[in-house]
């Protein structure tokens, strides 16, 4: 249900100004041109309902813990220094609030959001550590992390507005879906066929309360809509999460680690105000042609993917060792879009924002001779997966006729996958996994991110009430960050990513006008993106060449609106575009 507050948002917007597109207008006087110094100014008085995108970062400073039998750290425990494993990507999601402006200019009031925050910090040391005894354990490893899913804020808001534009201060409570994971393995004499002598593999997820504070900026572009930068600094506090010996040698000592949640976000919005804004004034002429038009709405979205990853020995990058198939990876997610355009140059903005969970799929993980013998293939039910992506592009229409447009875009994408596979079943002559392990049991997962450049065309035709819309683009700088979870061997558990490739989206869309402002629609898409250049690291080993590839095709059923000059002035009744022969 919080994955689709974003588009809940929306809704709402649309549902409002939809509302007040039906009232009918009184009859008045010959319009006047209003004299403009003497304009009413903007009241900030109201509620308000947004969307927004962004930067997010996850500052996680770790502090290793150890103590033995009698709860000191002595004797075999080792000792690490404190380390910093940060994050940064694309955040998104959505705001409602209300805000009462007094005299003199003091606005007061109250917000709450939500984001998806598909933020990690995890790092690893590795090597010789040394005793709290003064010993040496050699060919050791340690990793540690956290991630975080996503984050709520709850705020009180302060500031002085002058006229249009809003300086303000903020503040109130943070809550955060945070895992913290931690694993250390003592003495891998023998890199990774042998266990190790001793191993601490420690799990913790939990809903965190902190706090937020920062400050921002907001000015009105329209009677009703305003644009937002803010900035925003979280604490979550910290948590420690020391388990037991899961193996080996060290009974009764525990290892594991004290980490903070901590960060920023930077945050660009678009904000309605029910209610507020300027007061209206006669039109300044007879109403001309809109300088501008807006579309948004929102999407619900069914697809598949089938990503996957080949790993390749280190030595002979020609071989393969491994192969992962996340195959047949269903999602429900919801969608918001949203399309400004300035007709007169025909320049336009448009993007989406979606995330939603992954229900269905299974995970096919096959290893080779000679570095597996004899070839194993085992199968595991995919659950508790989810998505989350959204696209901002910057076009231009090169050609405009009557219910026909062609334009290009340039823009960025962003597309995070997070896959979990459970139980174990072999299909094939090795020994693992037989028995099988029950499918509550959780074996793998990957969790990854892919950042890309857009470029591409789109086009557009009307006939009559109908509508088609086509859309290509090219990703011709694609990279990806990525962890890859063997949750059953916590030696090499969590294993960092990371690649840079290519790839391409195709979109197309048939959309049906209800009324002027209000149609209904449904579409596909697909896309593809894969690298050239990657490699996965495990511990005491050299990296490992790796290929990522990633698909997801679907379909889905849209509702939009059409705002009449994006409630930037007058504008006349919108024509129906019909195409001519």
Known sequence: MQRTVGSGLLLAFLSQTALAADLPRAPGPDPVKPDLALSPPVTWSGPYAGLFAGYGALGSATRFLC?????????????LPSRHASDGSFIGGGEIGYTWQAPFGLVAGAAADYQFTRLWGYGRQQGDFSTAGGASIPDSVANFGQRLDDLATVRGRLGFALDRTLVYATAGLAVGNVRIDNNLSLVLRSGLNLPPVASFDGRGGAVRVGYVVGAGIEHAVSEHLSAKVEGLYYDLGSRAVVPGQTAGDLPGYRAGTRVKTDGFLARAGLNYRFGAG???LPPAGPAGPATWAFEGGLRYVFSSGSPRETLKDSVNPALVNSRLIYGGAQAHAGESFARLAHKPTGLFVKGFLGTGGVTDGRLSDEDF??????????????????????????????????????????????????????GCRQVAANSICNPPNPNGIKGLGENMQWNALRVGVIGEARFDRVRLSLEGAYLPIVAVDGVDRHWLRPDINPGPEGGRGDGYVLEGIVSYDLTPSVSVGVGGRYWRMQTDKAQAAFPLSSPSPIRFETNRYGGFVQLSYRLADFGLGEAGAQPVLIRKD
């Open 278 to 280: 300027l007061p209206d």
């Open 369 to 422: 001779p000679p570095g597996f013998t004899p070839y194993s293939k085992t199968l595991h039910p995919i659950k508790d997966g989810d998505i989350s992506y959204g696209t901002v592009d910057f076009g231009y229409d090169l050609l405009r006729r009557d219910g026909f447009k062609l334009g290009g875009f340039f823009g960025y994408q962003y597309f995070s996958e997070l896959y979990n596979g459970y």
């Open 67 to 79: 103590t033995d039998q009698a709860g000191g750290a002595v004797g075999d425990c080792p000792i």
